[in-house]
């Protein structure tokens, strides 16, 4: 085959690699896109926890990939990448299917790294897909229907004690968001909620250490105790074996433990192991694997091959998270695009705008551009509202908005602490509600219309809102 009539190949499709595709095809790249990966559905990985709790629904956080990409340029491949040959320009599947390439994309996002820690892997649940949320959300509900069966205490005990490994922002979004909703769930049940603990336990001396969301400390600390349950936060504390039921750790060199029907593991994240096969020296990897690349976001040494998210590192370190895998696919595409056309490349640019994290049912901490920190519900709007603005496509993203607003403005999602009659929010606190919601759902729409207004147009035409919008624009 002609080299120019290789495809571009984009290996994983999550915030790089969809996001290269979508912008690829956006801009009508004059090459076929292969776009391979082993799930059906792209995971919205910052809002697993509210797939769990039931405040989003699978849809909205895990749409499927078919829904997703509707354009032709796009040939969307599940399967599993097997090995790449970075000489001979190849790329080999576990179906046995095989492409070879004029451009690459390396976009495979990384794993749980569970530290050679005896049991780990076995007796933990990880959280880093749709399907670990939704067997970790039946295992908890298993775990409460059992208790509230059983009169053997120390049995009921394990079965309401969730053991969480690591202070990070995931281990405490999850202390958080189980504290509020294990509680509400067990009350269902007639289980007395006092009964449930949540352990969080952390190596280092403060929660969120070394971490990008350090600045919201103080809004998670206070949260993690104003949950519906209190959160116990174990400092100074190394894991150092798993057993069924039964987490064990060092503390003050002596040895404990903590029997647990429930324990999850979000201490670590490790280098996806393709990335391990690839020829290219140690050198041009950090000390986790990563690949170092330019600021075009190249392979030095296979200028051709381009790489971004969780895979890569560049001399300015930049956190491992979905903001910067995003805006580093939509950079991919422009420079490829570039090489394609014979243009000059251009330095990716990343802007860090700040930090969200969950910390209950309805509560958040938003650090804004590191100098404001709204947190409780108003946090919430911020977090949820900007999640549902980033969700890869427009129509996925004005669906998902606007079934969230609905939920927002009448307040359909549960609230951990309010009986039923708190439930209903007030009129003062649903104007504000309203309010909050219109401005991040006009703001949706005008995104929307910025960047794909034909589609835009036609499929809000009944509405007569693009004509209203056109004649306001007119009159300015
Ligand atoms: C629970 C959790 C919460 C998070 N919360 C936040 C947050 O609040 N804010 C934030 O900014 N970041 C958050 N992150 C981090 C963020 O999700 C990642 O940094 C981001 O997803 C990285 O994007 P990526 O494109 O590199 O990889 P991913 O988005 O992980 O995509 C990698 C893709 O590659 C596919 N893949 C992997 N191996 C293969 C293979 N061999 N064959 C085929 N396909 C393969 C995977 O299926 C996946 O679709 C969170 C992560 C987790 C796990």
Known sequence: MNPSNLPTVILGSGFTGLFTALHLCHHRHSRPIILIDQADRFVFKPLLYELLSGELTD??????????????????????????DLHQRQVKLASGLQYAYDHLVLALGSTTNYFDIPGAREY???????????????HLRECLQQASQTSDLERRRALLTVAIAGAGPSGIEMAATLADL??????????DPTEIQIFVINRGQEILKGDINSHLRK???????????????????????IYPECL????????KT??????????GTAVNPLLKELAVPDNLRDRSGRLRIAPTLQLPTFPEVFVGGDNATLAMMLPATAQVAYQQGAAIAHNLMALVQGKPLKPAKVAL????????????AANL???????????????????LELLPTPVHNFKATVDWLTDEIFSRHSQPNLTKSEFSPRPWQRLGNIAAVLVIASSGALFWRAIQPTQFNQILQPTGLPVLLDQLQQSQ
């Open 59 to 84: 849809n909205q956080v895990q749409p499927r990939y078919e829904k997703l990409l509707a354009c032709d340029g796009i040939t969307f491949v599940q399967d599993t990448v097997q090995s790449v």
């Open 124 to 138: 933990t649940f990880a959280f880093r897909t749709g399907e670990d949320a939704l067997l970790l959300g039946r």
């Open 182 to 191: 294990l509680p509400q769930w067990y009350r269902k049940l007639n289980g």
């Open 219 to 241: 809004a998670a600390e206070r949260a993690l105790q104003q949950r519906a349950i209190p959160v116990h936060v174990v400092n100074e504390a190394a894991v150092s074996a």
């Open 248 to 255: 064990e750790y060092q503390q003050a060199k002596e040895s």
């Open 258 to 267: 903590i029997a647990a029907a429930t324990m999850i593991w979000t201490a």
């Open 353 to 364: 705008r700040g930090t969200l994290m969950k910390l209950g049912l309805g509560e958040s």
């Open 369 to 387: 551009f590191d100098r404001f920190i709204i947190a409780g519900r108003s946090g919430h709007l911020i977090r949820q509202g900007t999640y």
